[in-house]
């Protein structure tokens, strides 16, 4: 993150959108655990729903399912995407000074709100794929553990590549992203928030299938994926290099760990 970008967005600026972000991610938060909790209740195993059994899904099995990874993808990444928010606000406000105008900075959330809720699709279609092979427990947790260790390999590779660094970069960059991307009028505004999702889409996809390893309805895990994601886009720009090579491969030695020890044997 620019440090320098950062201290240059009033105080003012920094406050409003941080407690907006973060407010829309806690109710989503709240809103996964309230789910979770009842879904224990009423499965006895944390099955988020009696669909969870081998069966057909219907239309509404779909939507209910695609609307808990639209709210859980709000939840996880909402608060990362801040330092764009911010920097957009800052310059909502200055046009505003000037005489200008500038849309309101909800119109770029909304794109970048947008971009995740598109994914929210992909990954709603996976699970039911995953489903439909009977590849998935209660807890939405794979349970071959070659797919378990091909999906930590994958993540860990992809964060060696450089499509990975490269939206990275435009993430851990929003004064450049902006200056590079910004477009006017409401329609730009919203192309800039679907822009910059894209790149945080790029960043994250893949460690977002680590959720079916460790369970998409296991609030820890699923925290500790949301931490990983914040803190990666929040160090300094030089760490990209160091903090990607290191994650990236010990995600590899992992999953090949756990390839040997769990699939190997019944090979």
């Not at 695609?66 to 606000?89: D, E, H, K, N, R």
Request: proline share 6%; with cysteine.
């Amino acid at each position: 993150l620019d440090l320098h970008a950062w201290r240059a967005i009033p105080r003012r600026d920094r406050v409003a959108v941080l407690s907006s972000l973060f407010g829309v991610a806690v109710l989503a938060w709240i809103y996964l655990i309230r789910l979770i909790r009842a879904s224990a209740r009423m499965g006895g195993d944390g099955a988020p729903m009696a669909m969870m059994e081998i069966r057909p899904w219907e239309p509404t099995d779909f939507a209910l399912i695609f609307m808990m990874w639209t709210i859980m993808m709000v939840g996880m990444m909402l608060p990362s995407a801040a330092p764009a928010t911010m920097m957009y606000a800052a310059v909502a406000r200055k046009a505003a000074r000037d005489g200008n105008v500038v849309p309101p900075t909800i119109v770029f959330v909304s794109g970048y709100a947008a971009l995740w809720t598109l994914f929210s699709v992909f990954a709603t279609s996976a699970q039911w794929g995953l489903d439909q092979a009977a590849l998935l427990s209660p807890m939405m947790v794979t349970t071959s553990p070659a797919i378990g260790a091909g999906l930590l390999v994958a993540a860990g590779v992809y964060q060696l590549t450089p499509i990975k660094r490269a939206c990275l970069d435009h993430c851990r960059s929003p004064a450049h992203f902006l200056s590079e991307h910004w477009r006017p009028g409401v329609g730009g505004a919203f192309r800039m928030g679907l822009q910059h999702g894209a790149f945080c889409v790029g960043c994250c996809w893949v460690l977002m299938g680590l959720l079916f390893l460790g369970g998409v309805m296991n609030l820890l895990w699923i925290a500790a994926i949301s931490a990983f994601v914040f803190v990666e886009k929040m160090l300094p720009v030089s760490g990209v290099k160091t903090s990607e090579r290191l994650t990236g491969w010990a995600m590899i030695v992992i999953g090949v760990t756990l390839w040997l020890v769990l699939a190997g044997p019944s090979l």
